[in-house]
């Protein structure tokens, strides 16, 4: 357990996870949170918190990683949202970071071709406890067409089967239903 809006800490616990387990041969950086309102509404810490744990959380793990990753020719796996992909009212601080995520993957990938694998997975929303929590205006709806989080992970073990050399670069994997994309 880390607090991934502290890179030093996140850096730290993977650094501490490899000597304990061994080194990894793929991470996926799952971590998300929100805060949902309009930007004149949440307080700065809050709005930022956002972005540290969403964004810096998910580049402080992937550098802790990328020595044995590379080591391994290992993947990692992003993760970003649909809301990655189009901006919504009331989550700025959530649209701001995914699409950094994103852009972050993208460059990555660039940047590490041929010796670690990087997809970004782009997932729509989920039956997780992520929307607990929020005031009734911020949850789906009782009818809202929500994604099982075990397609999604499946989607996950998808990218990471791939044989070195072979990428699968974005993945959008949502509900047929899913109202956030495009």
Avoid: H
Avoid at 38 to 53: F, M, N, P, Q, Y
Avoid at 95 to 102: D, L, N, Q
Avoid at 119 to 147: H, I, S, W
Avoid at 158 to 166: E, K
């Amino acid at each position: 357990v880390v607090e991934l809006s502290d890179s030093a800490a996140a850096a730290a616990a993977v650094e501490r996870l490899a000597l304990e387990v061994g080194p990894p041969d793929a991470v996926v950086t799952a971590a998300g949170t929100d805060a949902c309102g309009r930007l004149d509404e949440i307080d700065v810490e809050t709005w930022e918190r956002v972005v540290r744990v969403n964004l810096f959380g998910t580049v402080a793990v992937v550098r802790a990683a990328l020595p044995f990753l590379e080591e391994r020719r290992g993947t990692v796996v992003t993760v970003a949202s649909t809301l990655g992909l189009k901006g919504v009212s009331d989550a700025t601080a959530y649209c701001a970071s995914k699409f950094a995520v994103r852009g972050f993957s993208q460059a990555l990938a660039a940047e590490l071709a041929g010796r670690v694998g990087v997809t970004c997975l782009v997932p729509g929303g989920m039956r997780t406890a992520f929307f607990d929590g929020r005031t009734e205006q911020y949850k789906p709806g009782p009818d809202a067409d929500l994604n099982d989080p075990r397609a999604t992970a499946a989607a996950v073990v998808t990218a990471l089967r791939q044989p070195v050399g072979c990428e699968i670069r974005e993945m959008l994997v949502m509900a047929s239903g899913e109202t956030s994309w495009p």
